[in-house]
């Protein structure tokens, strides 16, 4: 039996892990990559996930706005161009369409960061769109 390493996700062996009583299960690959750099990556996953949610949530908002003090350039501009899109539309369903009506500037910031596709399928062609089950959830 072995672990999920919790950074790159790989079931490994036992072996594979450092063997110390870390809370964490992070393999001898993960655990050469500097703590900064993890803590970044991390960071960007959450702030991708952010953007696949249903919608962002005011406890996401505060965790956006705590990253705007990050020692990370890159992290805190992309916190700021969340936060941003929070407040133009917290909401996932046709958000590309009303950023795009707000701020034609802002959309392409948003394309830009890989934060925001063009929908080819989205616009107004989901069946689907209209009735999203997910829409009153709030992961985190
Ligand atoms: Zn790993």
Redo the contacts with the bound molecule.
């Keep these: 039996m072995g672990h999920f ?6 079931l ?1 062996s036992n072996e ?1 892990f450092s063997g110390k009583g870390h809370r964490r299960h ?6 050469s990559i500097p703590a900064a750099e993890r803590e970044e990556s991390e960071l960007w996953g959450r702030l991708h996930d952010l953007m696949d949610q249903s919608n962002i949530s005011k406890k996401n908002i505060v965790w956006l706005k705590s990253l705007l003090e990050h020692s990370n350039q890159l992290i805190r501009a992309h916190a700021q161009l969340i936060l941003h899109v929070a407040e133009v539309a917290p909401f996932r369903k046709k958000r590309y369409q009303r950023i795009s009506v707000f701020s034609t500037k802002l959309l392409e910031r948003c394309i830009d960061a890989g934060l925001l596709y063009p929908p080819d399928s989205e616009w107004g062609a989901d069946p689907s769109s209209d009735e999203d089950p997910e829409e009153n959830n709030e992961p985190f």
């Design positions: 390493c919790y950074f790159c996700g790989e490994k594979a992070l393999c001898r690959a993960c655990n």
